[in-house]
T-cell receptor
Framework: EAGVTQFPSHSVIEKGQTVTLRCDPI?????LYWYRRVMGKEIKFLLH????????ESGMPNNRFLAERTGGTYSTLKVQPAELEDSGVYFC????????????FGPGTRLTVL | QKEVEQDPGPLSVPEGAIVSLNCTYS??????FMWYRQYSRKGPELLMY????GNKEDGRFTAQVDKSSKYISLFIRDSQPSDSATYLC???????????FGRGTSLIVHP
């Protein structure tokens, strides 16, 4: 069974540009989560999808971040315009049930904003 | 004060040593406690989770929760070089699906 995949693995952009991160969850997992880890800090929650609906987006830092989940399958996270403080590793995770204690994480996308 | 405190290390031990990794927390509402292992350039993977105070054992790994002290531990017996990774504690309340993570402790097991 394929795990959670994320694309790209690395992205280097300049301040003010737009970047779109993609996550493909494990097939059949209705729950999809986005997290971010800024260097030296904890992994922080951004938002949670159940199928195509946003269940909880309380962790989204501001309106420069837009997440979508087309048809309840893959998800994208767009940052527009990117700022220096957006640099970090963005993780996607999925689970079959929100009460399931295990979330399956992807390898992350390392974003560097110059 | 952070909700979850975890010493980032690094913690360097010789092969075969017993490793103790710890987290403290401030939110008494946390009920579910998890340990994730993260290898370099990979995502975190769940090692163990516990619900109540006490010990839970799985092979060389033992998770311990002391709710009265708000302290959790992960013990690794007979540590191996392949155990070298970052270990993240995470915990959540009963009313939330979202875990709160510690910063992670970098463990290095040298041959």
């Amino acid at each position: 069974e394929a795990g959670v995949t994320q694309f790209p693995s690395h992205s280097v952009i300049e301040k003010g540009q737009t970047v779109t991160l993609r996550c493909d969850p494990i097939s059949g997992h209705d729950n999809l989560y986005w997290y971010r880890r800024v260097m030296g800090k904890e992994i922080k929650f951004l938002l949670h999808f159940v199928k195509e609906s946003k269940q909880d987006e309380s962790g989204m830092p501001n309106n420069r971040f837009l997440a979508e989940r087309t048809g309840g399958t893959y998800s994208t996270l767009k940052v527009q315009p990117a700022e220096l403080e957006d640099s970090g590793v963005y993780f996607c995770a999925s689970s079959p049930d929100p009460n399931y204690n295990e979330q399956f994480f992807g390898p992350g996308t390392r974003l560097t904003v110059l | 004060q952070k909700e979850v405190e975890q010493d980032p290390g690094p913690l360097s031990v010789p092969e075969g040593a017993i490793v103790s990794l710890n987290c403290t927390y401030s939110n008494s509402a946390f009920q579910y406690f998890m340990w994730y292992r993260q290898y370099s350039r990979k995502g975190p993977e769940l090692l163990m989770y516990t619900y109540s105070s006490g010990n839970k054992e799985d092979g060389r790994f033992t998770a311990q929760v002391d709710k009265s002290s708000k302290y959790i531990s992960l013990f690794i017996r007979d540590s191996q070089p392949s155990d070298s990774a970052t270990y993240l504690c995470a915990m959540r309340t009963g009313g939330s699906y979202i875990p709160t993570f510690g910063r992670g402790t970098s463990l290095i097991v040298h041959p």
